[in-house]
């Protein structure tokens, strides 16, 4: 059942365990769907910063046995928020979103529950919110980031399409905009003006309107260098490149004539209810 009351947001039904109480102000929030071995390596690492930020599962519905309580308990996991509803990415986070901020976390950081992100720069993004940054974007292409085995075809879709797009729109310059392993603050993510609790997000939406929306907002911008690393050889995949390219410039196209802007989005409170 869906614990989150907000008449004026649009939040995917879940089902919610939480295994133990807040122990702190910022949360890390992980969707996952069937990531098997993954997510275990993932979760082992995380576990030495659940002192310092605690660690939130977004299961958008695995089947693959990985998410046993057993296993989240083990690893010090303070809630999981399993779909059961409609939606992919986007959906995920807007449940995660809610939650956090329900429980009022001061800021979110998110990443991809695939073990391909270094975890261990979890504490370099709460240094950033601690200094005041509303929206902190992980990027393997500044100075100090490191990318190992990107397939090629990602790594010129990013440099030559996604980032120079995302950056022109939001008038602040990003290198590594598919990127998901960010921070947000709670003040960011509860400006009216952004309204991210909207059913238009569903996919991959999400990830670029923040990304345009935090420097359009006036909010506090950076970006800081992470590592992101590929399994050798063929890279597995959920969704097919045909596919995903369709859905990746139908999604800038519409950031550009902003369609998911909350005035140009007219589902945002009387059709939700």
Same mark, same amino acid.
């Given at each position: 059942?869906n614990?989150?009351?907000?008449e004026n947001?649009?939040?995917?039904?879940?089902?919610?365990?939480?295994? =133990?109480?807040?122990?702190?102000?910022y949360?890390?929030?992980?969707?996952?769907i069937?990531?098997? $071995?993954?997510?275990?390596k993932q979760?082992?690492?995380?576990?030495?910063?659940a002192?310092t930020?605690d /660690?939130?599962i977004?299961?958008?519905g695995?089947?693959d046995?990985?998410?046993e309580?057993?296993?989240?308990?083990?690893n010090?996991?303070?809630a999981i928020?399993v779909k059961?509803?409609?939606?992919?990415?986007?959906?995920?986070?807007r449940m995660g979103f809610?939650?956090?901020?329900?429980?009022?976390y001061?800021?979110?950081?998110?990443?991809?529950?695939?073990?391909?992100?270094?975890?261990?720069?979890?504490?370099?993004?709460?240094?950033?919110l601690?200094?005041g940054?509303?929206?902190?974007?992980g990027?393997?292409y500044i100075?100090?980031?490191?990318?190992i085995n990107?397939? /090629?075809?990602?790594?010129?879709?990013?440099k030559?399409i996604h980032?120079p797009?995302?950056s022109?729109v939001?008038?602040?310059?990003y290198t590594?905009?598919?990127?998901g392993?960010? $921070?947000?603050s $709670?003040?960011?993510?509860?400006?009216?003006?952004?309204?991210p609790f909207?059913?238009?997000?569903?996919t991959?939406?999400l990830?670029?309107?923040?990304?345009? =929306? $935090?420097?359009?907002?006036?909010?506090k911008?950076?970006?800081?260098?992470?590592?992101?690393?590929y399994p050798?050889?063929?890279?597995?995949? =959920?969704?097919?490149?045909?596919r995903?390219n369709l859905?990746?410039?139908? /999604?800038l196209?519409?950031?550009?004539?902003?369609?998911?802007d909350?005035?140009n989005?007219?589902?945002v409170?009387k059709e939700?209810?």
């Amino acid at each position: 059942m869906n614990a989150i009351q907000n008449e004026n947001w649009s939040i995917p039904n879940f089902e919610l365990k939480e295994f =133990k109480s807040k122990g702190s102000k910022y949360c890390v929030c992980i969707p996952v769907i069937n990531e098997g $071995a993954k997510i275990k390596k993932q979760l082992n690492k995380l576990k030495s910063l659940a002192e310092t930020v605690d /660690i939130i599962i977004l299961d958008g519905g695995s089947t693959d046995g990985s998410l046993e309580e057993a296993f989240l308990l083990e690893n010090r996991v303070r809630a999981i928020l399993v779909k059961k509803d409609k939606g992919k990415l986007s959906a995920q986070l807007r449940m995660g979103f809610a939650y956090a901020l329900q429980e009022q976390y001061e800021g979110i950081i998110t990443v991809d529950g695939n073990n391909k992100d270094s975890v261990e720069s979890i504490p370099e993004f709460i240094q950033k919110l601690d200094e005041g940054y509303d929206f902190v974007q992980g990027s393997r292409y500044i100075p100090g980031g490191k990318e190992i085995n990107t397939p /090629i075809s990602r790594k010129l879709a990013i440099k030559l399409i996604h980032a120079p797009f995302i950056s022109l729109v939001a008038g602040y310059h990003y290198t590594d905009t598919t990127n998901g392993f960010r $921070a947000h603050s $709670a003040r960011f993510l509860k400006d009216p003006e952004l309204h991210p609790f909207r059913d238009v997000f569903e996919t991959y939406e999400l990830l670029g309107y923040l990304s345009v =929306k $935090a420097p359009k907002l006036g909010y506090k911008v950076m970006e800081i260098p992470v590592e992101r690393s590929y399994p050798k050889g063929k890279v597995p995949t =959920k969704i097919s490149p045909l596919r995903g390219n369709l859905l990746l410039i139908k /999604i800038l196209l519409n950031l550009f004539f902003r369609k998911y802007d909350t005035k140009n989005n007219l589902k945002v409170i009387k059709e939700e209810q």
